[in-house]
């Protein structure tokens, strides 16, 4: 089968690849239907994040399911499902707790950017859909995988409830999706920090009703004077750097909620600021399997479009391209067609 290899920082590479099998009796096998490259892709692809040795990538996926172990018993063969970039067993007390990216069992999932995928804990994972979806369908629901989730979960940390006026740090497909699970949740007013425009255009189609340009401190001072001075109620941080941070945490009313799902890389925070302005703070790997089935009743329901986000689609055998697409930015997110 056709997968992808990461050999070194900008060495990506679609090559033939072993078909992969059934390792333990709670695994199921896709058959793939639709991958992506993930924003955190780009972590190990610039060298930021060091790696020792090649290894299979991608962490987002749809498909049908074609082969389950032994001990499987919730999908079968023949079926359209959806997962996690997180496998979880879905019983563990964490799981049911609704935080299943801190499951007992928790298993990364890799080598998804490939024609065949293995999913470890199968049962606890995937989720099936009420039907094969036709190929429209395909984007929104694979950005559930992981963009939506992701991006639902920025919301539901930060608090956003009815009424609220909510801060979106971060215009990539994660924060571009946080602004649409913000207006899901009832968020009247909807800022989003952008500075392109292409992205500006996807988020008010989203639900933004504020686009700030302005970075930093800047940002946070727009931010006050589009609130009265008050500050927003809550507020989705989708960068994970120290400025964006701090900006999200400076746009806050007293008491206002941060969800951070930016993976952290050099931030600081300050327990003064924190004790001083009464903010919260929820973040981490967002427990996107709690999500799936409401998010894909959305989908089928209508009306709500996350694979708005994909701006460009590929065939699979073209990752190097679409890797580079979004390294330099003339992509926001990138389907690959297996
Ligand atoms: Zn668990």
Redesign the pocket.
């Known amino acids: 089968m056709r997968g992808t290899i990461l050999h070194s920082p900008g060495d990506i590479r679609s090559e033939t690849l072993p078909d992969p099998a059934i390792l333990a009796p709670t695994d199921a096998i896709i058959e793939t239907s639709a991958t992506c490259v993930c924003g955190s892709d780009l972590w190990p692809y610039r060298g930021i994040n060091k790696f020792s040795e090649p290894w299979a990538i991608g962490h987002e996926y749809v498909g049908i399911v074609r082969e389950v172990g032994a001990e499987v018993t919730t999908v079968k063969p023949g079926q359209f499902v959806i997962g996690s970039f997180f496998a979880?067993?879905?019983?563990?007390p964490?799981?049911r707790a609704g935080y299943?990216s801190g499951?007992?069992?928790l298993t990364p999932v890799t080598g998804c950017q490939a024609q065949a995928i293995r999913i470890p804990l199968a049962d606890?994972t995937l989720v099936p859909t009420p039907d094969t979806p036709t190929d429209d369908m395909l984007p929104d629901l694979l950005a559930l995988s992981d963009v939506m989730g992701t991006g639902w979960y920025a919301a539901r940390a930060a608090g956003v409830a009815p009424g609220h006026t909510t801060v979106v740090v971060g215009d990539g497909a994660v924060g571009l999706s946080a602004v649409l699970a913000a207006r899901e949740l009832g968020a009247e007013r909807i800022i989003a920090l952008s500075r392109h425009a292409d992205r500006q255009a996807i988020a008010r189609e989203f639900g933004a009703t504020d686009i700030v340009a302005e970075r930093g401190a800047e940002a946070v001072e727009r931010v006050r004077e589009l609130t009265h001075g008050v500050g927003a109620d809550s507020i989705a941080e989708c960068v994970g750097t120290d400025e964006s941070m701090t900006t999200a945490i400076d746009s806050a009313r007293q008491g206002g909620g941060v969800g951070f799902v930016g993976v952290p890389h050099g931030v600081k925070l300050s327990i003064g600021t924190l004790f001083r302005t009464h903010v919260r703070l929820q973040g981490g790997g967002a427990p996107v399997r709690d999500y799936l089935p409401a998010l894909i009743s959305r989908v089928y329901d209508g009306d709500f479009h996350p694979g708005r986000v994909f701006d460009l689609t590929l065939p699979l055998a073209d990752v190097a391209a679409a890797y580079r697409a979004m390294d330099e930015r003339r992509a926001i997110k990138v389907l690959l067609v297996p």
Do not use: A, I, P
């Open positions: 979880s067993d879905n019983t563990c964490h799981c299943q499951c007992e069992q606890g």
